[in-house]
């Protein structure tokens, strides 16, 4: 089974940026698109970006032009580039399969945008 570990979140201000990275124990995470999603207390984990083997991206409109995902199948690891951070992007954020959650959940990784 896969093993997804999420790092890089922190406090930062609106219009600052962070980087996340999603790391993943054995390859066979390298044959699936993966995604990036978030859940904030009371609603429903969304997914925000996801990426295919041939690196076709998508990313939901909230984020889109702010956030870019990428992959690195060599180190079997996921990031997510976040720029203009916005108060409304304060989540914990998880990666998974995309668009069907394959794998079991990391602890995710808490974002906060405020001043």
């Known amino acids: 089974q896969v093993r997804l570990v999420e790092s890089g979140g922190g406090l930062v201000q609106p219009g600052g940026s962070l980087r996340l990275s999603c790391a993943a124990s054995g390859s066979i995470f390298r044959i699936y698109d993966m995604g990036w999603y978030r859940q904030v207390p009371g609603k429903q984990r969304e997914l925000v970006a996801s990426i295919d083997n041939t690196e076709n991206t998508m990313y939901a409109d909230s984020v889109k032009g702010r956030f870019t995902i990428s992959r690195d199948n060599a180190k079997n690891t996921v990031y997510l580039q976040m720029n203009s951070l916005k108060p409304e992007d304060t989540a914990v954020y998880y990666c998974?399969?995309?668009?069907?959650?394959?794998?079991?959940w990391g602890q995710g990784t808490q974002v906060t945008v405020s001043s």
């Open positions: 998974n399969a995309s668009p069907f959650v394959r794998f079991n």
